[in-house]
């Protein structure tokens, strides 16, 4: 159980296109969804907190206007990179909280985007 | 942006013997850590957590040491397997609230 995937697993894109990253939790429903970026050989940076039916929470640094977040159902949240350059070149990896919140989060496979 | 020429930390351990993996937390109100194990080109994979009203929590062949005075943490594994071999980064949290910080990382390699 508590299964998170994420779609598509990689991507490449020209530069000044957007992408679509979803993140799906397959068996529970996640009222709140994280994404994250992590550049290779570093951490996992937390970009914005996705609650279900509300705006997502970004932290600080991340436009909020770039990495366009939707929550639209418990199960879905969706990361769209507007007009990608290449230092969007990353490692974007989503994780979902079940409901009701333990404060466990469970991570998806991780969507990689080149930019060219 | 991306840092050219950065490393993890690595820890280089024999098949079979133990190895342990320290992490310094930042936040003094954390109360909640875990370790997460990381391959490559996938997700973190949950490990083990421990509470900060404990200093000391077992799983099957690792264990985390919380020492809240010196904030830091530590990963023990047992009788480390080629399979360990990945990158294992700890995470904090703060009472009340869902986000995790992630700390900086350290690269396991098994020697077989």
């Known amino acids: 159980g508590a299964v998170v995937s994420q779609h598509p697993s990689w991507v490449i894109c020209k530069s000044g296109t957007s992408v679509k990253i979803e993140c799906r939790s397959l068996d529970f429903q996640a009222t709140t969804m994280f994404w994250y970026r992590q550049f290779p050989k570093q951490s996992l940076m937390l970009m914005a907190t996705s609650n279900e039916g509300s705006k997502a929470t970004y932290e600080q640094g991340v436009e909020k206007d770039k990495f366009l977040i939707n929550h639209a159902s418990l199960t879905l949240s969706t990361l769209t990179v507007t007009s990608a350059h290449p230092e969007d070149s990353s490692f974007y990896i989503c994780s979902a909280e079940p409901q009701p919140s333990t404060d466990t989060q469970y991570f998806g496979p991780g969507t990689r985007l080149t930019v060219l | 942006g991306e840092s050219v020429g950065l490393h993890l930390p690595t820890l280089s351990v024999q098949e079979g013997d133990n190895s342990i993996i320290n992490c310094a937390y930042s936040n003094s109100a954390s109360d909640y850590f875990i370790w997460y194990k990381q391959e490559s080109g996938k997700g973190p994979q949950f490990i083990i957590d421990?509470?900060?009203?404990?200093d000391k929590r077992q799983g099957q062949r690792v264990t985390v040491l919380l020492n809240k005075t010196v904030k830091h943490l530590s990963l023990q594994i047992a009788a480390t397997q080629p399979g360990d071999s990945a990158v294992y980064f700890c995470a904090e949290m703060v009472a009340a609230g869902n986000k995790l910080t992630f700390g900086g990382g350290t690269r396991v390699l098994v020697k077989p």
């Open positions: 421990i509470r900060s009203n404990m």
